[in-house]
Every structure is written in C-alpha cells, then in structure tokens.
C-alpha cells in the first residue's frame, strides 16, 4: 500500500517503493526531487535559499541548496541508492512578487540557479523541470517511475 509522504517547507525526506513524497505551496522555493533508477528510492527537498553562507539562522540545512542537496543525496545512500542512478527534477523557483529594483531579489531564479549548479557539482544530470512564473505549485514524487506530478492553480496539472 502506497503512502504519500510530507515534506515541509525547509525540510526534506526519503522513502522508496512504493511509497511517495510531497511538498505543497512551492513559490520561490524549489522542489528537488531525486530518484534512483535502479532501487526505485526516491528524495525531496524543499529549499527555501540558495545558499547558507551569509545566512545568520543556517543552522537547517535543508533550508539551503548548497548544503541541503549533499544532506539529501547522503539520506537516499544510507537506504541503498546509488549516486551513479540517480536523476533530479526541478520544480518551483517562482517570482512570486514583482521585483523592480534588482536580480538580486528574484529568490525564485537565485534557487534554481543554486539547485542546478549543486547537482551539477554532484554529477547527477536534471532531466526535467518546471520552473520559473509567478505561480505557486504544489507536487508528489512518485517512487514507482520517477514521475514527478506538478498540480498549479488555474493552470492545472502535469507530469515531467
């Protein structure tokens, strides 16, 4: 019998078959989700910032992309997956205000930038995403395919 596993905002958590996770109201944060080809265990994250240095509260680190993503990758091993199986998708990462004044605020973009560039310095290649707009998503991660189901206000529901 499937479960649907929470994962709260800041948060992150592992399972395998034929369990799921999910992760509801992803603005400017990001959904990374990992899954292991081979042994079907699956990891989510949902990061809030990209990175903890600079950050007085960093003691989370499922808060950040730069220390989150390793902490993730090191849960999913401890139950038996493999680095060398493992695929990312990304979702969420929203401008979810209207920023004039400078790049710097867009935390939505800073997220997924960081995300990628973490993965990328993991060796674990991204193969889909839904990222970006000024919309929040909510998504399950299902453990059985790897799919990755992402429902949106006004816009629906779709799966990468």
């Known amino acids: 019998m499937m479960e649907i596993i929470k994962v709260g905002m800041a948060d992150l958590n592992v399972t395998g078959y034929p369990n799921a996770l999910t992760t509801l109201g992803l603005g400017s944060c990001v959904g990374v989700c990992i ?5 079907k265990i699956i ?3 949902h990061i809030m910032l990209p990175y903890s240095w600079g950050v007085k509260n960093n003691t989370n680190p499922a808060k950040f992309a730069d220390t989150g993503i390793p ?6 091993e401890e139950l ?11 979702a969420g990462g929203a ?4 920023v004039t004044r400078s790049e710097f605020m867009n935390i939505g973009k800073r997220n ?7 993965l990328q310095e993991q060796n674990i290649p991204i193969v889909a995403e839904d990222t970006g ?3 929040g998503r909510t998504i399950i991660f299902y453990s ?7 429902k949106t206000i006004g816009k629906g529901t779709k799966t990468i």
């Open 35 to 39: 899954y292991d080809t081979k042994t």
């Open 43 to 45: 990891g989510m994250i």
């Open 71 to 76: 902490l993730l990758i090191e849960k999913m």
């Open 80 to 90: 038996g997956a493999a680095k060398k199986n493992m695929l990312a998708k990304l």
């Open 95 to 98: 401008q979810m205000f209207e």
């Open 112 to 118: 997924v930038e960081a995300a990628k560039k973490v």
């Open 133 to 135: 707009g000024n919309y």
């Open 144 to 150: 059985e395919d790897g799919r990755l189901e992402i």
